[in-house]
């Protein structure tokens, strides 16, 4: 699998609405499976630049070890040292090395340890048989909707082999905008079908992500907590509604014929003088689910 074109930018743009988003009841089910542990090892697959460990580090009592995957080494590197800035300030006594940071703090009258190792590699093409101890849980944040079908079921069916939970995050189910035109609609089936448009790795499962995750886990008789995680973006969310405007830019004509790109092109400057005119807002529909033995 290629590298996404996803900024540090983007990636911390929509670190809030992630957050704000996340369904409770799929975060609760995963907090309770692993509640009292003495340890967590957790992989963060796709991690960009680390936004599930700056999530979750606060929120889980156990100490952690944390290991990223991810391909893009900009993005990597940019969690890396952001991970050591988050520890130090958090009041953790930090010790840094080429590839992996331990950070140590007195926690509820003991010794926490948050860890972190970053690895530069495709997740897809990762052997967890090799790793002296295997993660007791698989974070995705925003990943698999990217991924063809084949890709997906190959990589779960290596978590259901090892039995490694998984928790999926922020899966793509749909947009809407609040102006709700008829353009407005057409150019929104038009950014979603892009995700699914031929390529060379085959055809990413897009806003279908989650009802085949769904289905393919039942006919493995496997657990599964799952829950809609939407974006709500105001008017005054500028930044994010203009952001999810340019990503439109850059998809939507290669799905339409040369005829249309100009129509496209002035709702396109429509959409973006609402937006500085605080006359717009935005909902982006999500599922986020966990997966347990």
Known sequence: MTETDFTAEWLDTRYSFDSKA???????????????????????????????????????ESPQKWTNVELNPELLALGFQQAAQLLTTE???????????????????????????????????????????????????????LLSPEMFVAFAEKLIEHRIPLLSTINIAGLEWSTATFQDKYYSRCYLHHMNRPQAFGMALGAHVTNFAIDFYKKHQVN???????????????????????????????????????????WLSDKRKQVEAQKLRLNVYHYDWFVYF
Do not use: C
Request: proline residues 3%.
């Open 224 to 266: 599964v907590e799952w829950g809609r995680s939407d974006w709500q973006i105001a008017e005054t969310d500028t930044a994010m509604l203009l952001a999810n405007l340019n990503y439109m830019e850059q998809a939507i004509p290669e799905m339409l014929p040369e005829a249309e790109h100009s129509a496209f092109s002035e």
């Open 22 to 60: 996340r369904n409770q009841q799929v975060e609760a089910a995963f907090k309770n499976y692993f509640f009292g542990r003495k340890e967590i090892q957790l992989m963060d697959v796709g991690a960009g630049t680390g936004n599930n460990l700056r999530y979750w580090f606060r929120q889980l």
């Open 91 to 145: 009041g953790y006594g930090v010790k840094q090395f080429e590839n992996h940071i331990s950070g140590m703090k007195r926690k509820n009258g003991r010794f926490h340890e948050v860890r972190l190792l970053a690895l530069q590699e495709s997740f897809l093409d990762f052997a967890f048989e090799i790793l002296p101890v295997k993660p007791d849980v698989v974070l995705a944040n925003a990943v698999f909707d």
